[in-house]
Each structure stands twice: as C-alpha cells, then as structure tokens.
C-alpha cells in the first residue's frame, strides 16, 4: 500500500513539474515589451549599458549621450505606471527609435545600419 501511494505520489510531482516545463510566458507578461526595472538604479544601469554600447559602435559626443539619455528617460516617465496595448507599446517604441536616430549624425546612423546588417547575418546557430 505504501509504495502505491508512493508511486502516485511520485507521478503525480513529475507530471506537474513537465507541465509548468512545457508553459511559454505568464500571461500577464507581454512578449514584445521592453524589460521594466522597479528600481531606477537598475533602470539607469541598463540605460547606460545601451548608450555604452551605442557609443562603441559610432562614437557619441557627451553632448550625445546626454540627448539620448534626456530620451530615455522621458519614455521611463511616459511607460511608467501605464497599462498599455501591444499596439501602444510599439508605436512607442518606433518614436524613441527615430529621437534616437534624430540625435545621430549621417556617418555614425551609416555606422549604425551597417553594424545591425552585419549583426543579422553574424548569427552562426541561427535557426531557419
């Protein structure tokens, strides 16, 4: 009787266990959102490893960098507290894209466009 129990007992937190393995995302998480932080330092951190990594690629002048980081952080204050659609989020998304491009001179958005196209095709365990 004992390993009976036991036995269903077992299958019971192994089958478990294979269900929430196979589950994509929470459904209160949205797929194309960008990550919010709760705290502004770790908000901040990961503003200044974006602009760093930025600034890697073309270059950026502290005037630069201070406009792109006035940019991030009106779309912080904009995002912050909203519950908004994927439709909202993306459009967004799309206009703090074209501030940032805005801020960029000719050469550094060719820089920019050249490294994103190398980086597309750069991927050697790409699938499809």
């Known amino acids: 009787m004992k390993k009976t129990i036991l036995a269903i007992a077992a299958f019971a937190l192994l089958s478990i266990a294979t269900v929430n393995a196979q589950r994509g ?15 502004p330092r770790i908000d901040n951190a990961y503003e200044e490893l974006k602009i760093n990594r930025l600034d890697n690629i073309v270059k950026l002048t502290r005037k630069q960098e201070n406009e792109l980081k006035r940019i991030e952080n009106h779309y912080d204050r904009i995002l912050r507290g909203r519950r908004l659609s994927g439709r909202d989020i993306q459009r967004l998304e ?3 894209q074209r501030e940032i491009w805005s801020v960029l001179t000719p050469v550094q958005r060719q820089r920019l466009a050249a490294h994103q196209h190398n980086q597309k095709f750069d991927r050697p365990y790409r699938r499809g």
Do not use: L, M
């Not at 995302?25 to 705290?39: K, L, T, V």
């Open 94 to 96: 799309n206009e703090k």
């Open 25 to 39: 995302q929470y459904p209160s998480q949205r797929p194309n959102q960008a990550p919010q932080f709760d705290n």
